[in-house]
């Protein structure tokens, strides 16, 4: 029998060490800019009751209906592979009374979430998200807040061309005449809709503006935005964050197409597409959802927060070619000749490492040729060398790859040596 190689599955990507500088500088970034806005990090199971996201996302939307990776547990309840995370954070926040923490709770959390989609360039079945979410404040400059948060973190990071898509979708006051509207405005030009809008305009007509078959484009553009159907409170709303924007110059198109995948929003929803990944693909997404604390069982809290996938942030990274510092890597290498010198070897390294200083080893009985050759590989600066003639005079050889400067240092020396080195390099 041959025995294969197994692969990840489908559309979910091992991130390598090569990568790591990448994954790090970012990763950085996120915890000094939840520093600096006053956010506190909240971390998540990965599963959570199905019931959650059907009610929190909405049974309607493509996450819901199609995307979700949902199981039965051994005792028979079905849970589900967390597909975001603004629902698991809304019922973390009501399950442990953070309702009663100063107002707003300002809360970001990052982690791996899964969608069953399909995969293409930065779609992928299981992605990582940096979320944050503030709750139990109406105010419009929390919305501008939240997206200062974004606009902060892709300024940090370096990518040109940040800018916000926005639009209001109003709230259950005015929503239904907007649908009214939609509906109105479809019904006679159903037949010109692709099959998927056909459904859409029976179970969630706001869904129809997100459609990206070129059948339904002509449609969309010339139907009716929600922005002229809103009441006053969410008017003055999205008006308000508009001045805010406009005063900090952040640059935004009210898109009118914008409704977002999920149906908890309410009011403000944005999106943030930069140069290299293109509309397709968002960088970040997000708005207010000021029903979804009460669709879960709480009391009215409102809400509003956003998400951005990091494998899409490296992917601009890459694609706008930001310089990312060089990773750590180890300063030494010890390389030995013989038994005696290699028991030695390790007693180095373990102290050299508690004074801080990076250091490997070669294992095994190679030859110091070619112990040398994989310091060269590894891109080492110092290799020593702790051969027979060393370990009689109590010394070591210190070779410096760059420039080629070998010095003979007692094993006493050797401490002092890497400080005044490492330290000042
Ligand atoms: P979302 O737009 O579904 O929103 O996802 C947020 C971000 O996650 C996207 O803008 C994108 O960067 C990334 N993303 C989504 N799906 C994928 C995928 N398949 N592969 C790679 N990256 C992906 C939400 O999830 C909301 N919970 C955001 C939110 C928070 N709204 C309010 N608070």
Redesign the pocket.
């Known amino acids: 029998m041959t025995k294969r190689l197994f692969q990840s599955p489908k559309g979910i990507k091992d991130i390598l060490p090569d990568q790591q500088p990448h994954w790090q500088f970012v990763e950085k970034k996120i915890h000094r800019i939840g520093q600096l806005y006053g956010y506190e990090k909240l971390e998540l199971p990965v599963f959570e009751e199905t019931a959650l996201f059907q009610r929190g996302v909405g049974e309607g939307t493509d ?1 819901v209906e199609k995307e979700m990776y949902t199981f039965k547990d051994k005792s028979g309840t079905s849970v589900t592979l967390r ?5 698991g ?1 809304v019922r973390a926040y009501l399950q442990h009374g953070l309702s009663n923490l100063p107002s707003p709770v300002k809360i970001w959390s990052l982690g791996p ?1 899964f ?1 069953y ?1 399909r995969p293409q360039a ?4 299981q ?1 990582s ?1 940096f ?3 503030a709750l139990g404040e109406q105010d419009p400059a929390l919305d501008f807040e939240i997206m200062s948060i974004a606009y902060h973190l892709f300024e940090d990071l370096g990518f040109r061309k940040i800018h916000f898509q926005i639009n209001s979708i109003g709230c259950p006051m005015c929503r239904p005449n907007y649908l009214r509207a939609l509906i109105d405005y479809y019904q006679p030009i159903q037949a010109k809709i692709c099959r998927e809008c056909q459904k859409r305009l029976k179970k969630n007509p706001l869904r129809l503006l997100d459609c990206k078959n070129p059948l339904c484009r002509s449609p969309i553009e010339k139907a009716p935005p929600s922005v002229h159907f809103l009441c006053k409170e969410c008017e003055i709303h999205f008006e308000t964050l508009k001045t805010y924007l406009d005063r900090l110059k952040r640059p935004y198109t009210q898109n009118h197409r914008l409704v ?3 149906d ?2 309410t009011k403000t929803v944005f ?2 597409w930069v140069e290299g990944i293109g509309a397709q ?9 000021d029903g979804l604390a009460e669709a879960l069982g709480g009391p009215p809290t409102p ?7 990091l ?3 490296i992917l601009t990274l890459k694609e706008q070619k930001v310089e990312i510092p060089e990773p750590v890597r180890p300063n030494v290498y010890f390389a030995f000749q013989g038994d005696d010198a290699k028991n030695k070897v390790v007693e180095f390294l373990s102290i050299l490492r508690k004074h801080n200083i990076e250091a490997i080893m070669g294992f095994g009985s190679r030859s110091l040729k070619s112990q040398l050759r994989e310091a060269n590989r590894r891109n080492i600066q110092f290799v020593i060398i702790l051969g027979e003639n060393e370990m009689a005079q109590k010394k070591v050889l210190i070779k410096t790859m760059e420039g080629g400067v070998q010095e003979s240092v007692s094993w006493d020396g050797l401490i002092p040596f890497f400080e005044k080195r490492i330290g000042s390099s």
């Open positions: 996450i597909p975001e995370f603004t629902a954070v979430v969608r989609e930065g779609r992928f079945r992605h998200q979320n944050v979410e977002r995948g999920l908890y929003y999106e943030v693909n968002a960088v970040c997404g997000g708005g207010r959802y809400g509003v927060g956003f998400a951005s996938g494998e899409r942030i």
